[in-house]
């Protein structure tokens, strides 16, 4: 345990944002196994892919995926849509 005080803050700070991040990355996963598991059963995938593509981009603008790793999940993702269908 720290006893500096800005280590303790930082210690805190840490903490709230890696639940943050952790609460963005369980939610893009969700999404990402909605859409394929529609994919699959032949269901409509439309407004899924959608829906993982903002939560995609989300976790970008919050510093959660790089901008680069965002892209290649978007891609993988609407291929393998444009395959099952």
């Known amino acids: 345990m720290a006893n500096i005080k800005s280590q303790i803050k930082r210690n805190r700070q840490n ?18 196994k909605k859409v394929e598991t529609a994919a699959l059963a032949g269901d409509p995938t439309d407004d899924l892919l959608r829906e993982a593509q903002a939560k995609i981009d989300t976790a970008v603008s919050k510093g959660v995926l790089h901008k680069k790793t965002a892209a290649r999940k978007k891609s993988r993702l609407a291929k393998r849509v444009s395959s099952d269908t």
């Open 15 to 32: 903490e709230v944002r890696r639940m943050r991040n952790k609460a963005i990355q369980s939610s893009l996963k969700t999404s990402v």
